[in-house]
């Protein structure tokens, strides 16, 4: 029996070796990036603050700063997790084989539904971080898609996966339906609005996931 067939992290070599299609009209995209909703007073004052850190050290942030003093904010100030539903994973490593090919990848943040002893289960969204550009490492594009090829294979849901990736204070957002791919307009979170938008975004993918 032939060895599987593994495959880095290289966004064309994806898109080939999985037959995917480039989607510019996805409903599921547009669906999930026109949320909107009302802060209350403690989420507003917080993402105040927020905003006035990243527009004075977005730019020079490691990954661990990244992590800490804005992934984590910006995810409680969304209130994404729901209690035995929806939670937010940090660092969790993800493999499966899909078509002859060995896929896998650490995903810096994922939102599953919830097993005892704080394992996910069914996940939903991926989130990689990175630091100031690309070339510098991995693209952090090529391995949110890794991350939600495995997703797909793992779940056997036919739902679709949603996905994003940070590169400074920079977001993209992205969705997989079967072969589908589409991705969003970078979102910076330097920009007020931009930054309410992203908090909008992650909020929304909660009512997502509870509705199905």
């Not at 490593?93 to 650490?106: E, F, I, K, R, T």
Request: hydrophobic share 40%.
């Amino acid at each position: 029996m032939d060895a599987p067939l593994k495959i880095g992290f290289d966004l064309s070599l994806l898109m080939k070796s999985f037959h995917l299609e480039i989607d510019r009209k996805s409903t599921e995209l547009q669906t999930w990036l026109s949320g909107t909703y009302e802060l209350d007073n403690i989420q507003t004052l917080l993402l105040d603050q927020l905003y006035e850190e990243v527009e004075e050290d977005g730019g020079y942030w490691n990954e661990e700063e990244l992590k800490i003093q804005f992934v984590g904010l910006i995810f409680r100030i969304a209130n994404v997790s729901v209690r035995n539903r929806v939670k937010v994973f940090y660092e969790r490593p993800l493999s499966a084989l899909v078509n002859g090919y060995q896929l896998s990848v650490v995903s810096d943040c994922l939102v599953a539904t919830p097993l005892p002893f704080n394992t996910p289960d069914a996940p939903y969204f991926f989130l990689q971080e990175f630091k100031k550009k690309r070339g510098e490492k991995k693209d952090p594009e090529a391995q949110m898609l890794t991350a939600m090829l495995i997703a797909q294979e793992l779940n056997k849901d036919n739902k679709p996966l949603y996905g994003g990736y940070l590169i400074g204070h920079n977001w993209h957002f992205a969705t997989l339906t079967d072969k589908k791919y589409a991705i969003s307009r970078q979102y910076d979170a330097t920009d007020k609005q931009d930054l309410l938008q992203i908090v909008f975004i992650l909020r929304k993918l909660k009512d997502i996931i509870l509705e199905n």
